[in-house]
């Protein structure tokens, strides 16, 4: 087993600090792009909106989750011992199981036969839509 990426929350505050956190590197990441790409100032205005920049952010926070990677028996090991809930896709008939357990004992997983870089980058979207949008929305809401 092995695992891929740095951050973990504890909490939704931890998370919500990393992902806020994480906001000027993504407006840095559109603008450089759109550089690249020969944006002048009236395309740039155009085109890039604050739901392009979130969504840089998204991909950025998203990218940075810890991913832990092994065989289906460390999986199954891991799950025994966690007290929460596991959202799992894929198939209980392949070898290899990517998984990030996020704040508030939610934890998500996926299945992959070869290609681990895939299914991370696949369980970094997963656990990002399934996990922190949703406590993120939330948590917005409440204030």
């Not at 695992?3 to 450089?32: C, H, K, M, N």
């Amino acid at each position: 087993m092995h695992t891929e990426g740095w951050f973990a929350p504890d909490s939704l505050e931890q998370a919500r600090e990393q992902y806020e956190s994480i906001g000027p590197a993504a407006q840095t990441v559109v603008r450089e792009v759109a550089k690249a790409m020969a944006f002048d100032r009236e395309e740039y205005a155009d085109r890039v909106s604050s739901d392009v920049v979130e969504t840089a952010r998204d991909a950025l926070f998203a990218s940075l989750l810890e991913v832990h990677v092994g065989t289906r028996e460390e999986y199954d090991a891991w799950k025994d011992t966690y007290d929460g809930e596991v959202i799992e896709h894929g198939s209980d008939s392949v070898d290899n199981v990517a998984w990030h357990a996020g704040p508030k004992n939610v934890a998500v997983a996926a299945t992959f036969q070869s290609k681990p870089d895939a299914a991370v980058g696949t369980l970094r979207r997963q656990a990002f839509g399934t996990i922190y949008r949703e406590l993120f929305e939330q948590a917005s809401s409440e204030e």
